[in-house]
């Protein structure tokens, strides 16, 4: 169905190092979202894709749409230790936003 | 240029009580949204609503929980005789106009426990 499955489901990591997480589905979707969610508070959005193949980058951030439009990528160089949290893909649903399960990074100094 | 703002942040109650949660959108956003997220889980889609009307609810449980956009005021969540299945963070957005997807602005969320 519309499950999103995000890999891998934590990552722990030190200063300094690049991070590589992905993002699929069973189904073709039209837009892939990226979200972070620093603890305590709500997700904020990183970067959006609206087309099969498109890579955008955000400073340190760089995530692409996938070919098959069934999957995507989100890829942190340079890791600091602010870049601690959970990254979800999401995809819109009608009204709503639909998230993965969510990618938990854990950077040590 | 306030963002979405929740209160409480924190809210812990009894079974059986009453939980009520409130959602303030960003200046001129006139639609909300609100998510459920349960540990270590994604963020659920509950309810879609404009002012005074509920547009989907379809995520929404049948039972004890209810939500409303005023004309004047806050959102609402109403949750009523809580049970310990309850116990999660709840979160608001809010969009200026119906869209879904990268228009919705999160708030901080409420983080209910019950005892």
């Known amino acids: 169905g519309q499950q999103l499955n995000q890999s891998p489901q934590s990552m722990f990591i030190q200063e300094g190092e690049d991070v590589s997480m992905n993002c699929t589905s069973s189904?073709?979707?039209?837009?892939w979202l990226w979200y972070k969610q620093d603890p305590g508070e709500g997700p904020v959005l990183l970067i959006a894709?609206?087309?099969?193949?498109e890579l955008t980058s955000n400073g340190r951030l760089t995530a692409q749409f996938g070919t098959t439009r069934k999957d995507s990528f989100l890829n942190i160089s340079a890791s600091i230790p602010s870049d601690v949290g959970i990254y979800f893909c999401?995809?819109?649903?009608?009204?709503?936003?639909?998230f993965g399960k969510g990618t938990s990074l854990l950077v040590t100094p | 240029n306030a963002g979405v703002m929740q209160n409480p942040r924190h809210l812990v109650r009894r079974r059986g009580q009453e939980a009520r949660l409130r959602c303030s959108p960003m200046?001129?956003?006139?639609?909300v949204y609100w998510y459920r997220q349960l540990p270590e889980e994604g963020l659920k889609f509950m309810v879609y609503?404009?002012?005074?009307?509920?547009?989907?609810e379809s995520g929404m449980p049948k039972e004890r929980f209810s939500a409303e956009f005023p004309k004047e005021g806050p959102s609402i969540l109403r949750i009523q005789q809580v049970v310990r299945g309850d116990s999660a963070a709840y979160f608001c957005?809010?969009?200026?106009?119906?869209?879904?997807?990268?228009?919705?602005?999160f708030g901080p969320g409420t983080r209910l426990t019950v005892l």
């Open positions: 189904s073709i979707f039209n837009t």
């Open positions: 999401a995809r819109n649903s009608g009204y709503a936003l639909n």
């Open positions: 200046k001129g956003h006139s639609h």
């Open positions: 609503l404009q002012k005074e009307n509920i547009i989907d």
């Open positions: 957005a809010s969009s200026p106009d119906r869209g879904g997807t990268d228009t919705q602005y």
């Open positions: 894709l609206y087309k099969a193949g």
